[in-house]
Structure formats: C-alpha cells, structure tokens
C-alpha cells in the first residue's frame, strides 16, 4: 500500500489508534531487557509504552512523516525507516509486535512480511499483533462501493481483512506455530461531529486517487448520509471494526 500520511492529524484525531493497542501488549510474554521490535511503528506512541514496560526497543515504519514525528518526541528510542514486506533486524529479537498495520499490506505481499518476521526471530519468539479482521468496517466499504458505482467509478478494497482461519494458515505456512487468535467486534468511537467523513479522508484515500474532486466530496456526502442512521448514536459517529488478535511463536 502506498498509504500518504499527515502524522500530525492521525495523532490528535485518530488517538484510538494506539489506545487501543496498549490491550495488545499484554500478550507479550518477556521478560524485562528483552528485545522488541514495533512494526509499523507510527508515531512510536506504543514504542514508547514497549520501553517503558522494560524492553529494549526499535520501532521501524515506512512513512518518513510519523518518523519524523517520534524520532522528536521519543529521542531515546531507535527509529528505522523499512517497508515491512523488505526489512532485517541487525540482531535476532525476542518480540516482533505490530497493531493496527498488517491490514495495510496486500495478500499478496504478507507472505513476504510474514518471512521477514519469522527471519527477524530468535527461537522460541513471539509474533503479537492486532489487524482489521474479516469485515472489519464492513458497512462503511459496502456503501462506499454503492456510491462509486453510481458516479462511475470502481471501489476497489484498499486493505486485507482475513478471517482467523485464513490468516493461521498464513503463518503456519511460513513456520509458525499459531498459540493465541480472537477475532471480535470492537465498534470504535470516531471523533467529532464530522467523524465518519475526517475517518474516510485519513484511511480510504487510495480509492479516491481517481475520483475527480467534485465526486469525491458528493460520494463522501452520499456515503455518511447513508450510513447516519447505522453508525450515528447519542451524537457519536462510530466505525464497524472487527479485529484479529494474534500470538505465534517460531
């Protein structure tokens, strides 16, 4: 995925990101001194939460912007610019961990993410990570899909959301051994009175690259108005989010 971000906007609107990640780092099972990488790292928000809990960690994300944003605010911390399909860790770790970034990379591409994992792990190391799991936002793409159609356009799926089924086979294939996986509604609070359309700006841009302006903005009207009555209660936008928790060893 050629995702553009503005780390700025996806810090301040879009906090839940992370929040919600903190729940994921208690499948961690290391002891302190341990070594961790955070895969598509952000901000560095939970690479930060992965050191303070005692662990000697390296973030490594794709985007130059949120890099430059935790480099500032974490200077303690290594930062490392990688695609996560393409990257080698200097040294074996214990704990490759990631939230909220798998459902980014193609099918195609996550056996490729999957072998640079397990190739990044000692013996005995752990793979931890949450992902949009199998319909996660489904309402949202099956409306804006509706809306393309009807101004022209193709909506082609911008993310991967496998079921566990799927996905175990996935990392069995390439040597690990599944011990933990949920796949569970979390409907996510949007923030402010604009929430479902500033959520579809930030995540499904990619869709749009070839939708004129004046389309855009009529499929993004057409779309949140569709969907007020499903995702729009007590004067709060939510998202449809299904996730997929994973813990597999090597």
């Not at 490759?96 to 056996?111: G, M, Y």
């Not at 509706?146 to 959301?161: C, Q, T």
């Not at 729009?232 to 299904?242: E, I, P």
Request: glycine letters at 8%; hydrophobic letters at 40%.
């Amino acid at each position: 995925m050629n995702q553009d971000w503005n780390a700025g906007e996806y810090t301040s609107g879009f906090s839940f990101v992370y929040k919600y990640g903190q729940d994921v780092l208690t499948l961690i099972d290391a002891p302190e001194g341990s070594s961790v990488i955070d895969l598509g790292c952000g901000t560095g928000i939970l690479t930060n939460a992965l050191r303070e809990k005692g662990y000697n960690v390296t973030g490594i994300d794709a985007s130059d912007d949120m890099l430059k944003k935790a480099r500032a605010n974490f200077p303690e911390i290594s930062f490392i610019q990688a695609d996560a399909t393409d990257f080698k860790a200097n040294a074996p770790v214990d704990v490759v961990f990631s939230n909220a970034v798998l459902h980014w990379i193609d099918r195609d591409n996550q056996p490729k993410m999957i072998r640079c994992v397990y190739d990044a792990l000692k013996p005995g190391g752990q793979f931890v990570f949450e992902m949009g799991g199998y319909r996660c936002a489904g309402m949202i793409h099956d409306e804006l899909a509706s809306a393309f159609r009807r101004y022209g356009y193709d909506y082609v799926m911008p993310f991967f959301f496998p079921a566990i089924g799927e996905y175990a086979a996935m990392l069995e294939a390439e040597g690990f051994s599944v011990r933990y996986a949920l796949l569970f509604d979390r409907p996510t609070e949007l923030t402010g009175d604009n929430g479902l359309y500033d959520w579809i700006n930030m995540f499904v841009n990619i869709p749009f690259r070839a939708v004129s302006i004046d389309d855009k903005e009529n499929i993004l009207r057409d779309t949140v108005d569709a969907l007020r009555g499903k995702l729009f209660h007590d004067g709060k936008w939510f998202a449809d989010y299904v996730r997929l928790r994973i813990k597999a060893v090597k």
